[in-house]
């Protein structure tokens, strides 16, 4: 097992990978797919996603929640 320096640059080279990994994926899920744009189009013009039968405090809600709980889960990793 190794200890010191190189245990160090291996923990912040699986820091970095994970960061630019969920990075990513926040990109993918808010630009191409549909969940992005229900979000984009709820931020925009919120009657006409409600007359789309979405509910939009609800999808804001439960995507800031999800949020939180992955902001959580990096101060957990972090400490």
Do not use: D
């Amino acid at each position: 097992m190794v200890h010191g320096f190189c245990s160090c640059l291996i923990y912040r080279a699986w820091v970095v990978v994970a960061a630019l990994s969920v990075c990513f994926l926040a990109w993918y899920l808010i630009e191409k797919t549909k969940l992005g744009a229900y979000l984009r189009a709820g931020i925009e013009n919120p009657q006409m996603v409600q007359a789309l039968g979405i509910s939009v405090p609800l999808l804001i809600t439960q995507t800031r929640g999800k949020s939180w709980g992955l902001a959580r889960g990096w101060i957990a990793l972090a400490t």
